[in-house]
């Protein structure tokens, strides 16, 4: 079936620097990648997504890139901070025009101050 | 709070015993999901619905059953609970755009222990 890998599992980082974790989906048809962060004990939420006729969007520190032809997508997170610090998962729509995602098994970011 | 509750948010109960979680909405909107957390796993479509009355299998589907019959109720089932069953359950909700997808609004989760 279907699925995302995604890589680093776990990341640290010194405050400032940029932070990247990178994504692989499996199926072809999907159009829609959404990011989320989960503080602990909190609820996953939404930082950024880009659709499939996007190859990349900015929102402000953050970044998301997509390369359809290798089905990768990236999350970039320049000047960290240490409240940036979080689990981060990435998705991939079921095909097209499914409201039904596949998730990552999350990256945990540690900024060190 | 996102327009989106569940409840409760924590229980432990014993094996063998049926365990109902409860997702409310008041955004009016027409997806509604259930996802478990379990650490190295991430997030796991357990079952979603697209309507009322209108429900499907996800990929973690086994011993869990749904039902809503309501727009704002999303009610999650463990028929008889088994101590794999232990994690953290989700809701989520998401709205329609005929052109493109939206991302989930999460619930708060429920934290289910069996024991």
């Known amino acids: 079936g279907e699925n995302v890998e995604q890589h680093p599992s776990t990341l640290s980082v010194q405050e400032g620097d940029s932070a990247v974790i990178k994504c692989t989906y499996s199926?072809?048809?999907?159009?829609?990648f959404p990011w989320y962060k989960q503080e602990l004990g909190k609820r996953p939420q939404l930082i950024i997504d880009?659709?499939?006729?996007?190859g990349e969007k900015k929102d402000q520190r953050i970044a998301v890139t997509l390369n359809k032809t290798a089905k990768h997508f990236s999350l970039h997170i320049t000047e960290t901070q240490p409240e940036d610090s979080a689990v981060y998962f990435c998705?991939?729509?079921?095909?097209?025009?499914?409201?039904?995602?596949?998730f990552g098994t999350g990256t945990r970011l540690k900024v060190l101050a | 709070d996102a327009g989106i509750t569940q409840s409760p948010r924590h229980k432990v109960t014993e094996t063998g015993t049926p365990v109902t979680l409860r997702c409310h909405q008041t955004?009016?909107?027409?997806?509604m999901y259930w996802y478990r957390q379990d650490p190295g796993h991430g997030l796991r479509l357990i079952h979603y619905?697209?309507?009322?009355?209108?429900?499907d299998k996800g990929e973690v589907s086994d011993g869990y059953s749904v039902s809503r019959s309501k727009t704002e109720d999303f009610l999650l089932t463990l028929e008889s609970a088994t101590s794999s069953q232990t994690s953290v359950y989700f809701c989520?909700?998401?709205?329609?755009?005929?052109?493109?997808?939206?991302?989930?609004?999460f619930g708060s989760g429920t934290r289910l222990t069996v024991v």
């Open positions: 998705a991939a729509s079921q095909g097209s025009g499914t409201y039904k995602y596949i």
């Open positions: 989520a909700i998401s709205g329609e755009d005929r052109e493109a997808n939206y991302g989930y609004t």
């Open positions: 880009i659709r499939s006729n996007v």
């Open positions: 619905s697209y309507g009322v009355k209108d429900t």
């Open positions: 199926d072809s048809a999907s159009n829609y």
């Open positions: 955004e009016n909107h027409r997806y």
